[in-house]
T-cell receptor, first 117, second 109 residues
């Protein structure tokens, strides 16, 4: 199946700094990507929908100035956690929508664990 | 708004025993239902979707609109089935998926 890669898989940063997480579709083009957040032993919470060439659509309660999403190409979306604080520590997962030949199937990245000290 | 409920956080069964992971959804339209699986240290991946009506790794799931359920079943559990299972739904057409809280399946040898 299609492959989605996230980088970095783990990142530790100091409070107040910004962290960028990349999500790439390796062998297909994805006009739509999704960013989720997963707390320990909880489900995936959709944060935003990232559309290539346009602004992301954020879910209710997600601060768009805090979580900057850029989808500049058909294979890359980035999530930047700005001025990170310890409460932003979480597991962030992206998924990409593959439309051709897969009838709209979602493929997931391996996730990125962010720890803010 | 869509809502997906998985009442069991943990389900432990012995190898060879039948498995049923429960899932209920709330959506008045015609949702598309999925089961995703996450094996230890691996990424989330699609297990099956109701429109495919297929059996994957021995698992099946039938959409029951009357009961708004999409329970995942397997007649004989295997050790390699141990994983986190997430039920999910979308409102059709647009792939904005809502996930349940997940059920950890533990198959005891």
């Amino acid at each position: 199946g299609a492959v989605v890669s996230q980088h970095p898989s783990r990142v530790i940063c100091k409070s107040g700094t910004s962290v960028k997480i990349e999500c790439r579709s390796l062998d297909f083009q994805a006009t739509t990507m999704f960013w989720y957040r997963q707390f320990p032993k909880q489900s995936l919470m959709l944060m935003a929908t990232s559309n290539e060439g346009s602004k992301a659509t954020y879910e209710q309660g997600v601060e768009k100035d805090k979580f900057l999403i850029n989808h500049a190409s058909l294979t890359l979306s980035t999530l930047t956690v700005t001025s990170a604080h310890p409460e932003d520590s979480s597991f962030y997962i992206c998924s990409a929508l593959a439309v051709e030949g897969a009838d709209g199937e979602l493929f997931f990245g391996e996730g990125s664990r962010l720890t803010v000290l | 708004a869509q809502r997906v409920t998985q009442p069991e956080k943990l389900l432990s069964v012995f190898k060879g025993a039948p498995v049923e992971l429960k899932c209920n959804y709330s959506y008045s339209g015609s949702p598309e239902l999925f089961w995703y699986v996450q094996y230890s240290r691996q990424r989330l991946q699609l297990l099956l979707r109701h429109i495919s009506r297929e059996s994957i790794k021995g698992f099946t799931a039938d959409l029951n609109k009357g009961e708004t359920s999409f329970h995942l079943k397997k007649p004989f559990a295997q050790e390699e089935d141990s994983a986190m299972y997430y039920c999910a739904s979308n409102s059709g057409g647009y792939q904005k998926v809502t996930f349940g809280t997940g059920t950890k399946l533990q198959v005891i040898p």
